[in-house]
């Protein structure tokens, strides 16, 4: 002991005798300086390891780049010209929007108004990619039905359990329903299937991540969740980590352009509270490898989220029928929730989707529960407190009209529109159908014309498609509204290909320019201003 207490003294003679060489005020700010710069680096590593060091470098360069007197300025106009361009074929209608109440109201007469100003709207029937997913003329059949039971309960909320209880059964047998297509009835499944309608795919992912992540809280004790998405997962997850402060990671898709599960297994850790797959992705309608990352995630005690917003009501049909899907649903061990739009190919009114848990556990941390109000006792399910109780019962019409052999008819038909579109895409020979589509989402792309330039003239002869990214590309959701016009949409897409071969270069409004310099410009900040700008002008 008199040993160390010696050496201690020894020390600390040593360091006044080599300190008194400095000034005090040194002394001082040494340390501060030291913890500054350990803060500067630990930032920039920590940017590195979220970003990359690439990105990380490149934006640091492109910020210092705008401090440049003049920079900034300059870009700024240049983004607000490219903004007004995006808005140029709206902006003159909406001088003549109304801005405030009528002096008198227009009564009954104001459903001739409404006639009148949707005479102006577009032509939509068969030409566009999803969208509208009934078949027929809105005026009649399985439309006139819906709108009927819209109608009906237009005027009730589910909010009100006691006084509307009829869209509470609605709401509950949809659910039910939609679960028993998703694998509820399979032992596997658990037996404890549960969930809720939302307002559409959005909601039910929204719902989906912040139970999750709450659910994850409560297990694993998780305060700064992260999830881990394939760059081909819907955009509704980047306003999930928005709104429920969730890091985001995103992983790249294989070259079958499926979910990477490999590269997804190296992104988990600690925190993650969330995987994500689709069945079929948005982009190009392929599925991802959902047995394996449901083994994934049991294995590592966290959530997996399938969305089935698209395939939801035709995938289940699609295996009756005798395609080769593969597993999707509650079925595969290590699923926790599915979203599923009933308004989409389930053909129930907008406004209408399903989330569904893996047992209530997890659904529980859906809810919000407000014990301290002024205003009584309160509890809501989803994110709407109030909820239209007419696309509930459109939803549950929906179902009920159509039954399985409904179902089983419709999706025979799209399947088989989907494959035609398919088999004609693969004879133009400029273009390229991206992946193995698995359901009615057909992607294409070109390695010899702007496929934007193509799109931009499928558009001026009345098509509404969907432009893609990495890569650059188009796609149709085929619907029902494509079955009688599949060989137009392939002739106009034979001359809109052709033409683009004998005349490449933009045509006057179009906006593969945009689209095509939006994929270019390195800094991602700088596209997401110019969409941001652009929606806070048309909104």
Known sequence: MDRIISSLIDLRAFANSFLSNYEPLALVLAPLFALFTARILQSFFLLVHDNGLKPTILGFLITSIKMVPGVKGYIDAEKQKVVEKMQSRNKSKRDSWRSELPREGLGGTVIEKLKEEKSNDVVWQ???????????????GHFSLINEACSMFAHTNPLHLDVFQTIAQCEAEVVAMTAALLGSKEKSSGGEICGNMTSGGTESILLAVKSSRDYMKAKKGIKRPEMIIPESAHSAYYKAAQYFNIKLRRVPVNKEFQADVKAIRQQINKNTVLIVGSAPGFPHGIIDPIEELGELAFSYGICFHVDLCLGGFVLPFARKLGYPIPPFDFSVKGV???????????????????????????RKHQFVAVTEWSGGLYVSPTIAGSRPGGLIAGAWAALMA?????????????????????????????????GRPDMTIVAFGSN?????????????????LNALQRPNSIHICVTLQHAPVSEDFLQDLKESVQTVKENPGPINGGLAPIYGAAGKIPDRGMVQELLVNYMDSTC
């Open 402 to 434: 159509l039954g399985l052999e409904g179902y089983l008819e419709n999706t025979k038909a799209i399947m088989e529109v989907s494959k035609r579109i398919q088999k004609g895409i693969k004879e133009i020979p400029e273009l390229f159908i991206i």
């Open 336 to 362: 926790t929730s599915i979203s599923a739009d009933v308004h989409k190919y389930g053909l129930a009114p907008k406004g209408t989707s399903v989330v569904l848990y893996r047992n209530h556990d997890i």
């Open 126 to 140: 068969g030409k566009c990619s999803g969208t509208v997913y009934i078949g027929g003329s809105e005026s009649e």
């Open 448 to 464: 010899d014309l702007d496929i934007f330039e193509v799109n931009d003239i499928m558009s001026s002869k009345g098509w509404h």
